[in-house]
């Protein structure tokens, strides 16, 4: 069983920068791979970015690749998403998300376990 507890969203204006972190608990953190989904009301979960077990290994959706960086710290047990240049169709809630099997995901089903999400919110 893993728990994940997101931080780190907020409200900033069109340009500026915002840095989430998932925590999670247990010792199995560097055992997953993590990604970074988001989810704006009336839409479905999209993907956004995601990261192997070393962290060697990247993949983020086409909207974000350049603005964002996802990267993780097993020693620390968390995950972090630097978000910058964001813009206002960047607005949604942000989850993270352990995958046990594979080494990098994009979809959601990929998912054994979620964090509650934290909110982003960003005004033009």
């Known amino acids: 069983q893993v728990q994940l507890v997101e931080s780190g969203g907020g409200l900033v204006q069109a340009g500026g920068s915002l840095r989430l972190s998932c925590a999670a608990s247990?010792?199995?953190?560097?055992?997953?791979?993590m990604g970074w989904f988001r989810q704006a009301p009336g839409q479905e979960r999209q993907f956004v970015a995601s990261?192997?077990?070393?962290?060697?290994?990247?993949l983020y959706a086409e909207s974000v690749k350049g603005r964002f960086t996802i990267s993780r710290d097993n020693t620390k047990n968390t995950m972090y998403l630097q978000m910058n240049s964001l813009n206002p169709e960047d607005t949604a809630r942000y989850y993270c998300?352990?995958?046990?099997?594979?080494?990098?995901?994009?979809?959601?089903?990929?998912?054994?376990?979620w964090g509650q999400g934290t909110q982003v919110t960003v005004s033009s």
């Open positions: 990261i192997s077990r070393s962290g060697t290994n990247t």
């Open positions: 998300a352990a995958a046990a099997r594979g080494f990098t995901f994009t979809a959601a089903t990929a998912a054994n376990y």
């Open positions: 247990g010792r199995t953190f560097s055992t997953y791979a």
